[in-house]
């Protein structure tokens, strides 16, 4: 069954894809259903706002990208980001410009993802707009969140001697792109009944389809009493992003390849198609792992710490940013990950794949 979008309107898509929607936050006051939505803020807390923009062809691929998942993953890399900052996510508002390929059912599989989300990571939506498109699908998510004024981390405050660490394991993300760009390749002109085989790989399509905000890191560092001294999501690579602490720090860093966490499906995969292992880990992107720097004195808390690994210090802005190789060679860093204003930049390109 197919159900025109123009069927319903604009007002009556919203209010079919938000129907039933509960708040979660007491900071919610009003959600849907006025031109604005009423939120609070404690006087202890501050408000944390970060936008995301997805656009159909440079952002996702719907050949291989299932509606519910891309909702979902949305919906996450805006948590993320709140994440990022060592705060909570509260609100989302999301706003869509579609097509008329897109039907109301379409619309009801890409919110069931990311209502799935906000119900996964307590977050309230609040709003958004719907209008009309004619490029494909476009998907703008406006996450708001709170940190306490004193626990907030920025992107400017790793100091000489901290310590650099990451969550998780990197590469695995971009490892999953790889697979699903090589199915779409080898499938194309298939019948609908051939069906490509990625038995043993799961994880890896998990980490690019349907990724997790950290927030269990940011309970943990609490709960260890420990406060970062710079913070981000790694999204466009871990080059990337250490290269944007260690500029608004003013500072250097060495980072030891051996140290660097990568899952046995990633080096694997990675192997298969071959592709420099540690490149893919440094510059694959879209992992959403935080990458955090911590004064030395907090060595033994983070060593204890799961999830959490150690792979460097920040040194003098002197000495430039490297990467150590296993053999004790010294390379600069450089940002080689997701560029989205590079012009006719592909998947392809997000690597220097160095094999």
């Known amino acids: 069954m197919r159900t025109e979008i123009s069927s319903l309107g604009e007002f009556g898509l919203i209010r079919h894809l938000t129907e039933g929607i509960r708040l979660a936050n007491k900071s919610t006051l009003y959600g849907i259903g006025d031109d604005a939505a009423v939120l609070s803020c404690p006087q202890d807390k501050v408000t944390l706002v970060t936008t995301d923009l997805l656009l159909e062809g440079v ?8 509606l519910k998942h891309l909702g979902y993953k949305s919906a996450v890399v805006n948590f993320s980001d709140i994440y990022a900052m060592n705060g909570t996510p509260r609100q989302i508002t999301v706003s869509l410009g579609l097509s008329k390929r897109f039907c109301v059912e379409d619309m009801e599989q890409l919110y069931a993802g990311i209502r799935m989300a906000c119900e996964d990571y307590g977050v309230d939506i609040i709003g958004g707009d719907t209008t009309s498109s004619y490029t494909g699908l476009t998907i703008s998510i406006t996450c708001i969140g709170e940190a306490g004024k004193d626990r907030v ?7 000489e001697t901290d310590l ?7 590469g695995a993300a971009y490892m999953g792109l790889q697979l699903l760009e090589r199915e779409k390749a080898a499938l194309r002109g298939a019948g609908n009944d051939v069906q490509p085989d990625f038995s043993g790989r799961e994880y890896l399509l998990e980490r690019q389809l349907k990724p997790e905000a950290r927030r269990d890191i940011i309970r943990r560092l609490a709960d260890a009493d420990v406060l970062p001294t710079a ?3 790694i999204s466009d690579g871990l080059s990337s992003e250490l290269l944007h602490i260690c500029t608004q720090s003013k500072v250097g860093c060495r980072v030891y390849e051996e140290h660097i966490p990568i899952d046995y499906q990633t080096a694997v995969t990675a192997e298969e198609f071959n592709m420099n292992l540690t490149t893919c880990a440094l510059n694959g992107g879209e992992d959403y792992e935080l990458l955090f720097t911590v004064p030395i004195a907090d060595h033994e808390k983070i060593s204890e710490m799961e999830g959490v690994k150690l792979i460097g210090h920040i040194t003098g802005p002197e000495l430039g940013c490297a990467l150590i190789t296993r053999d004790g060679q010294e390379f600069e860093l450089k940002a080689q990950g997701w560029n989205p204003l590079r012009t006719e930049q592909t998947s392809a390109d997000t690597l220097d794949a160095e094999s």
């Open 164 to 170: 650099i660490c990451v969550s998780g394991d990197l």
């Open 231 to 233: 913070m981000m999501d």
């Open 59 to 66: 952002h996702f691929d719907l050949t291989y990208v299932p």
């Open 153 to 159: 981390v920025y992107r400017n405050g790793a100091k």
